[in-house]
């Protein structure tokens, strides 16, 4: 059982970050500053247990999973009355989002989508050639960033009901980045 | 974040993440139920065949008997014959190249082939959709891609994110408790939902990208864009002779003490340009393996640089066990499954708070559950083709389909789920009794058994589940329960 140490100190913190969100008070800067100690020792202790790369995974899991156990024992539990259920039921409208208005996005998004690909790989592709690191190193970090750029610019082009901005902004990557592989 | 973020961008984020959300959360939802149980495919595989022998130690003997009888068997030697060797995790041997695999038994002589059945189904429905390779595989490298654009608007889109950071209203209005859940998971796993979004982009994509970059500086040549950043093959010229493999892996544990083999691969065996590769797997890295290798003498050539190449290359080849949470055991796999449902939950709340938000109700309601409640069953249903000779794949959209029509014929979405928990129930039981009566597996602790009681336990917590909205439900008067719109 070598996980045990990490596992209570895992615990202990995230137990204190509970308790520091709890007293909700500027004074408990002491619980504040010792749960987020237990943390950082509790990641140390995860990364000499089980080497660095593991460690740092499984702090970020067990973390998260322990703060979900803590919010499912302490929620606030049902009420039993079936007055306030019935009234709690009912739906409630606060702007909500029509079919037609995610067909419309969908559209968007389709039609979007080749802009924003094409936007994503000419930025990555500049990212290649012009990083300072080896080609290994520039090519990997190119292949990740390429589709977190995508997802980040078809969010933009949707967030934005105009939608001229974002697809100029797009087009401009595009020749600039053209222009620089180009050169 | 409030005073971070001004309120135009909170709206905007809120917008696109639901916009977007609405618009792939079916999708999602697939891709993020079939990946959660995935992790345990190779469980799963153990569960499915359990009649192959296993071990978990390997003689020298014992592959050269195997690789004898595999080319007796084809009809021409492959490129690359593979070995693999069994594990902890995974104590079979079999032998693998160009399409064709078999078990290896204890002697040496090969057994069964592998099944393409339920597992491979749940795999490939991840993996590719069922679609033609490329395109599904890019198509779910687009949705992990998506996914991490999702965690990003959501996380702007939320401004009372340290303020609300362990609540949950359950007992607010039912939009209040959705919306709670949803936050609360989606915030915790986090990290959890950026690293698989973006290594399944990676993976998904990566090819995409290799093209684009081949064709932008290497003059259209893929595998030298391949071979950048994994590493090339070593160029070996000698005389052919048969492999010594005992003298590679006393090389082996000289050179890297601490590596655990993982699988052996023959390259180009009976010509000139014949070597072996020695894939090992190294304590405390998440990279696949590294790869040694070695002339037919057994004497070292190189390693490939997986574990001390660059730090770009250390990284691509850290992605798979990664996403799917092959490392460290079977705590680990366990606790990804648990974070994977909380993905699944996240992707099915997200589309309830949305249901709960609108004045109405519609066929789109019934249609979520038979979406929701009727995918599991599918999946779960389709694991009979272990017992009967239906494909995996009919057996699923058959199940599917069954569900959406009852869904959408029920018109009560709340009756509909119950419906589908009982018979997801009922699913979950029968097949651990007809896995046990085919197989007569002994009740010991082995992975059988282990996934059985599994089934048993999650079919007893969804009755607990549908019996208790049941009960729920006969507080309400009858009326209630009739078509929410006709």
Redesign the interface.
């Known amino acids: 059982m070598t996980w045990t140490l990490p596992l209570l100190l895992n615990s202990l913190a995230v137990g204190a970050l509970w308790k520091t969100w709890l007293a909700k008070q500027p004074s408990k800067l002491w619980l504040r500053s010792f749960s987020f100690s237990v943390l950082v020792l509790s990641l140390l202790s995860w990364g000499w247990i089980v080497g660095p790369e593991y460690g740092i995974t499984i702090w970020f899991i067990v973390s998260g999973i322990i703060a979900l156990v803590i919010i499912g024992l302490s929620a606030e539990s049902p009420l039993k009355s079936s007055y306030v259920r019935k009234r709690s039921c009912k739906p409630r409208l606060i702007q909500p989002i029509s079919m037609r208005q995610i067909f419309q996005c969908f559209v968007t998004f389709l039609i979007s989508f080749g802009l924003t690909l094409l936007a994503s790989v000419s930025a990555c592709l500049v990212l290649t050639k012009f990083l300072p690191g080896t080609s290994v190193n520039n090519l990997v970090a190119s292949a990740f960033l390429f589709p977190a750029l995508w997802s980040l610019a078809c969010c933009w082009v949707l967030s934005i009901e105009q939608r001229s901005k974002p697809i100029i902004t797009l087009i401009s990557i595009l020749v600039f980045s053209i222009v620089l592989l180009s050169l | 974040m409030k005073n971070i973020l001004s309120s135009q961008v909170i709206q905007?984020?809120l917008?696109?993440?639901?916009?977007?959300g609405?618009?792939i959360s079916a999708l999602l939802f697939l891709i993020c139920f079939t990946g959660t149980l995935v992790v345990l495919f190779e469980e799963f595989e153990r569960w499915e065949q359990p009649d192959v022998e296993e071990y978990s130690d390997y003689s020298v003997e014992q592959i050269t008997v195997s690789v004898a009888e595999f080319e007796r068997r084809v009809e021409s030697i492959p490129e690359s014959l593979y070995v693999v060797l069994p594990t902890e995790e995974v104590p079979r041997m079999h032998i693998s190249g160009d399409g064709k695999e078999w078990f290896i038994n204890r002697d040496g002589s090969l057994g069964d082939s592998p099944q393409e059945g339920w597992t491979h189904f749940l795999k490939e429905l991840h993996v590719s959709l069922h679609l033609p390779e490329t395109i599904g595989l890019i198509i779910v490298?687009?949705f992990?891609?998506?996914?991490?654009?999702?965690v990003?608007?959501g996380i702007l889109a939320h401004p009372k994110i340290?303020k609300d950071?362990?609540?949950?209203?359950?007992?607010?209005?039912?939009?209040l408790?959705q919306t709670d859940l949803h936050n609360?998971?989606s915030v915790?796993?986090?990290?959890?939902y950026i690293?698989i979004g973006?290594t399944g982009?990676?993976i998904g994509?990566?090819g995409l990208?290799v093209a684009?970059?081949a064709s932008?500086?290497y003059d259209g040549n893929r595998q030298a864009?391949i071979d950048?950043?994994y590493g090339a093959d070593p160029e070996v010229s000698q005389s052919v002779s048969n492999i010594d493999y005992q003298a590679a892996l006393n090389h082996l544990e000289k050179y890297a003490p601490k590596a655990e083999p993982i699988y052996f691969v023959i390259q180009n065996k009976g010509t000139e340009q014949q070597f072996l590769e020695i894939a090992a797997r190294l304590?405390?890295?998440?990279i696949y393996s590294e790869l040694y290798r070695f002339k037919s003498n057994g004497e070292l050539i190189n390693h490939q640089g997986m574990s001390d190449?660059?730090?770009?290359?250390q990284?691509?080849y850290?992605v798979y066990r990664?996403h799917f949470g092959h490392?460290?055991g079977l705590?680990?796999k366990l606790?990804?499954v648990?974070?994977g449902l909380?993905l699944t939950v996240v992707c099915a709340s997200g589309v309830n708070i949305?249901l709960?938000?609108?004045?109405h109700e519609s066929f789109?309601n019934d249609l979520w559950v038979g979406v929701v409640w009727g995918l599991p069953l599918a999946i779960v249903g389709a694991a009979f083709s272990v017992f009967l000779s239906a494909s995996a794949m009919s057996l699923f959209l058959m199940v599917w389909l069954l569900g959406l029509i009852i869904a959408l014929t029920l018109k009560a979405p709340k009756s509909s789920r119950r419906v589908l928990q009982f018979g997801l129930c009922g699913v979950l039981l029968l097949i651990p009794i007809l896995h046990w009566i085919k197989y007569q597996i002994s009740f010991g602790v082995n992975v059988s058994t282990v996934i059985n009681l599994g089934m048993i336990l999650t079919s007893l917590w969804l009755w607990g589940l549908a019996s208790n909205r049941f009960r729920w439900q006969r507080?309400?008067p009858f009326y209630k329960l009739k078509p929410a719109y006709d």
């Open positions: 905007r984020s917008l696109s993440h639901s916009l977007l609405l618009s490298g687009i992990g891609a998506l996914l991490f654009g999702m990003i608007t340290f950071a362990f609540r949950w209203r359950k007992n607010g209005s039912l939009q408790a609360r998971l915790w796993g986090t990290p959890f690293m973006l982009a990676f994509l990566v990208f684009v970059t932008a500086f864009v950048t950043v304590p405390e890295r998440l190449g660059d730090i770009g290359r990284v691509a850290s990664l490392f460290a705590p680990i606790l990804y648990l974070l909380c949305w709960t938000k609108r004045k789109i507080c309400i």
